[in-house]
């Protein structure tokens, strides 16, 4: 699970239960973090915004043992505080 804060442009990662965040980044900046799922290279990374649309572009690199198809949910807040809800957008396939 990623978090990204509006505020600090900072990608949070979590660990692999989900219970904790493992490390952050700046998106745009140098350095990585990682769980034993995956590592996440900020460098690489980026976000940019245009009216009502967000594009976020993560570096990820997956570690072996996470191969097969995972689902992706995404989950996104107004500038209210008003939640979507956490919602299937689609599916990758990790080799």
Known sequence: MLFRSRNSNVLYLANDAVTAWVGSVTLGQSGTVQNSQCTVN????????SGNNLTLNIA???QAAFSGTKNIYMDAYDSTGTEAGWLQKGAWTIP
Do not use: K
């Open 42 to 49: 900020a460098a690489a990374s980026s976000v940019s915004g």
């Open 60 to 62: 990820i690199t997956f």
